[in-house]
């Protein structure tokens, strides 16, 4: 049972343009995201998280926006750059700063 | 900057062994966590602990056991190697509160 859904496995962006990743989730539990991405032969390294209390947060060219009603957030980048050629994964929390649940991941290719 | 050390990059173990995962992080952190990724499927939870000497199974546990004997290791061992157990092994910690997780670099595991 996947309670977080990436349901693109990858994304192609050309250099500057927006990238939009997105993520579905199924458990009302859930208050609180967050975006990590994967270099790689690297561990995923954080990128930015959003609070159930709020519907936008943002960090320089990284904007996370979730909808409750949807139960859907969805991470844009702009200006894309080829380094954030990576796999980004959505994760999910019930609040209680246990285990997070992870979605499927996408790749995004940011060509030239 | 909080440090996870996987101990081994690379491992490639016969079918049947007995296989040892280390884990260590340097931050004080509580909690620690097993993942492993597998393309399609993201990242799934094996096993987590809250404090010394105690764990709690994640999604995916059949085959595999863990140990924390001391705060900042947290191992993760396959009792009788399969097949089916190749693939990438994630290692995270978290403190108190809300941070999210670090990673780990990783263990790609093959199993022949």
């Known amino acids: 049972d996947q309670q977080v859904k990436q349901n693109s496995p990858s994304l192609s962006v050309q250099e500057g343009r927006i990238s939009i990743l997105n993520c579905d989730y199924t458990?009302?539990?859930?208050?609180?995201f967050l975006w990590y991405k994967k270099y790689p032969a690297e561990g995923p390294t954080f990128l930015i998280s959003?609070?159930?209390?709020?519907d936008k947060n943002e960090d320089g060219r990284f904007t996370v926006f979730l909808n409750k009603s949807a139960k859907h957030l969805s991470l844009h980048i702009v200006p894309s750059q080829p380094g954030d050629s990576a796999v980004y994964f959505c994760a999910a929390d019930t609040g209680t700063a246990s285990k997070l649940t992870f979605g499927t991941g996408t790749r995004l290719q940011v060509t030239l | 900057d909080v440090k996870v050390t996987q101990s081994s990059r690379y491992l490639v173990k016969r079918t049947g062994e007995k296989v040892f995962l280390e884990c260590v992080q340097d931050m004080d952190h509580e909690n620690m966590f097993w993942y492993r990724q597998d393309p399609g499927l993201g990242l799934r939870l094996i096993y987590f602990?809250?404090?010394?000497?105690?764990?709690e199974k994640g999604d995916i546990p059949e085959g595999y056991s863990v140990s924390r004997e001391k705060k900042e290791r947290f191992s993760l061992i396959l009792e009788s190697a399969s097949t089916n157990q190749t693939s990438m092994y994630l290692c995270?910690?978290?403190?108190?509160?809300?941070?999210?997780?670090?990673f780990g670099s990783g263990t790609r595991l093959t199993v022949v």
């Open positions: 602990s809250y404090d010394v000497k105690m764990k």
């Open positions: 995270a910690s978290s403190g108190q509160g809300w941070g999210g997780y670090t």
């Open positions: 458990n009302s539990m859930f208050d609180y």
């Open positions: 959003i609070s159930s209390i709020k």
